[in-house]
């Protein structure tokens, strides 16, 4: 069973300033997609950045990009100019190809430091 | 609708009591999909709908859970004879599998369920 493990509980950044967040998944497919979902107080789950595992270019979205490594099967979310808005719990995800269950990690708690 | 909506927003119940969980899926979306997300954790797979069948359902803990989705739309999640560690958010997501595997899904703002 494919697994998604982030070992940062809790990070802080300064406003302004960039911050990177660790993904590493296990898994034995070839094809599959890797997902960024933020989760504020509200509890909603609003997808931030993914990534198709085929695409060798990161995936970048205005001031969020990645660092895909798939040998490593490493994903990390970069945030940069950080923002008061992008406080947080973060959740890596995987998902195989088809429509597959997303698989979660236990999420990364971003706190932005004015 | 314009988002994927899920009733009631809280609820709390006594230990042994049914309660059912309600999600409206976006418009045209043909798969949905529900999570548990304990305190603390990511959100674990429960069930997966596709049109009016599951799909998947192995996430479900035990046959306490039970979930349908009649008609391809709304779908209910039912617990019965429910237990203080079913105590947990519970979320949905809608997705349209048509638009590609790599496709977004969407959530609702999730259940918080009390067992007291």
């Known amino acids: 069973a494919q697994t998604v493990t982030q070992s940062q509980p809790e990070m802080s950044v300064q406003e302004a300033e960039t911050v990177t967040l660790s993904c590493t998944y296990d898994?034995?497919?070839?094809?599959?997609?890797l997902f960024w979902y933020k989760q504020p107080p509200s509890r909603q789950m609003i997808l931030v950045i993914r990534?198709?595992?085929?695409?060798?270019q990161n995936a970048t979205e205005n001031r969020f990009s990645v660092n895909f490594q798939k040998a490593a099967k490493s994903f990390s979310l970069k945030i940069s100019d950080s923002q008061l808005g992008d406080a947080a719990m973060y959740f890596c995800a995987y998902r195989d190809s088809g429509n597959t269950p997303l698989v979660f990690g236990k999420g990364t708690r971003l706190s932005v430091i004015a | 609708g314009a988002g994927v909506s899920q009733t009631p927003s809280n609820k709390v119940t006594e230990k042994g009591k049914y309660v059912e969980l309600r999600c409206d899926p976006i418009s045209g979306h043909t798969a949905l999909y529900w999570y548990r997300q304990s305190l603390g954790q990511g959100p674990e797979f429960l069930i997966y709908f596709q049109g009016t069948g599951a799909a998947d359902d192995s996430g479900l803990p035990n046959d306490r859970f039970f979930a349908v989705r009649p008609e391809g739309s709304v779908s209910t999640l039912k617990i019965q004879r429910t237990e203080r560690g079913d105590s947990a958010v519970y979320l949905c997501?809608?997705?349209?599998?048509?638009?590609?595997?790599?496709?977004?899904?969407?959530f609702g703002q999730g259940t918080r369920l009390t067992v007291v």
């Open positions: 990534q198709e595992a085929y695409k060798q």
């Open positions: 898994t034995s497919e070839s094809d599959y997609y």
């Open positions: 997501a809608s997705s349209q599998p048509a638009a590609g595997p790599g496709t977004e899904a969407f």
